[in-house]
């Protein structure tokens, strides 16, 4: 019995040390806090799964959400996109958004890594040769209320759907 509460207690201290080590740590302003309006442009078709990504650092950015900080996902319904993440610390930040074509949970590539399905990060930088880094992605907030528009890139365009224009 003792084993399994010594167990629980270190699994609980260092699930609150993992939180911890996920909050944003660029905080410019103590308990100042925002809402980040992300809208998806460029969408080539209304089907699928659409996932947005926030990140707090280089980790994982921009295809594991799993290492984001705050992620979520919903299923295209024709609409324009738009996810809102309200509550967030003001800090640095970079969004990657990815367009699960067939909602398998998971980006597409082909067998020497070029995605499959449609992909986008903040401030829309130019692709080069391979994902766009943090740095390149990275915005600051200090103010109540952010507006961020991702272009989608896509580097098979389907022949039969034109792209949806926003």
Not at 18 to 41: F, H, K, L, W, Y
Not at 106 to 117: H, L
Not at 118 to 124: K, L, R, Y
Request: proline share 7%.
């Amino acid at each position: 019995m003792n084993k399994i509460l010594i167990t629980l207690a270190l699994l609980f201290s260092s699930s609150l040390l993992m939180a911890d080590a996920q909050q944003p740590s660029n905080r410019t302003v103590i308990g100042e806090t925002c809402q980040i309006t992300v809208r998806v442009a460029e969408l080539q078709q209304p089907e699928g799964l659409l996932g947005v990504a926030l990140y707090t650092t280089k980790k994982g950015f921009p295809d594991k959400p799993d290492r984001a900080w705050l992620s979520t996902v919903k299923k295209l319904d024709g609409s324009m996109p738009e996810f809102v993440f309200e509550n967030i610390p003001y800090g640095t930040y970079a969004v990657s958004v990815l367009h699960d074509k067939n909602s398998n949970g998971k980006m597409d590539k082909t067998f020497i890594g070029i995605p499959k399905e449609g992909f986008g990060v903040s401030n829309n930088p130019k692709i080069k040769y391979g994902p766009p880094s943090f740095s390149e992605a990275e915005f600051t907030v200090q103010r109540e209320h952010v507006e961020l528009i991702v272009a989608m890139n896509y580097f098979k365009k389907d022949k039969d759907t034109p792209a949806i224009v926003n």
